[in-house]
């Protein structure tokens, strides 16, 4: 066995190059990926000759599964989630899963408990309840 330590994201142990690296929430990418589409159609009288089915695939996915659609609401969610000095990761995982309580948003993400950096149950809460605002007034 080597001298490395084994990955475990419960405990952000998810090597140095995703610790450091930016992380896209599903609804991000889907901006991203709908503006390079929107591109292509001004470009080609058939847009869809010009896309690989793989860039058609991702964009199907990241829209059915973004939870937020309004370019508006996609920032406030990044900032709302910045404030509480998460990981790129942890960010990520909260935005795109949507815990609706505390011990759901630990359960998804256990390293929010991790010692020295360990958030309350009322700073969970508070930051929860201004994600479901957002998605409320979207």
């Known amino acids: ?4 330590e ?3 994201a419960a405990e ?3 090597g140095d190059e995703f610790l450091k690296a ?8 889907s901006l991203i990926l709908e503006h390079k589409f929107e591109q292509l159609q001004q470009v080609s009288e058939d847009p869809m000759n010009q896309v690989s089915q793989v860039f058609e695939k991702s964009l199907q996915y990241v829209k ?3 939870r937020y659609k309004n370019p508006d609401a996609v920032r406030q969610v990044r900032e709302i989630l910045s404030r509480h000095q998460l990981t790129e990761f942890e960010l ?3 935005g795109n899963l949507c815990p609706e309580t505390a011990e759901e948003a630990v359960a998804m993400v256990p390293s929010l408990k991790t010692k020295g950096r ?9 930051m929860l309840n201004d994600l479901s605002l957002v998605k409320r007034f979207e």
Request: hydrophobic share 35%; aromatic share 4%.
């Open 6 to 8: 084994e990955e475990n």
């Open 92 to 94: 990520c995982v909260l």
């Open 22 to 29: 930016k992380c896209l929430m599903n609804c991000e990418v």
């Open 64 to 66: 059915r599964f973004s």
């Open 12 to 14: 952000l142990k998810i």
């Open 1 to 4: 066995m080597s001298g490395e």
């Open 118 to 126: 360990a958030h309350s149950d009322e700073a969970i809460e508070k």
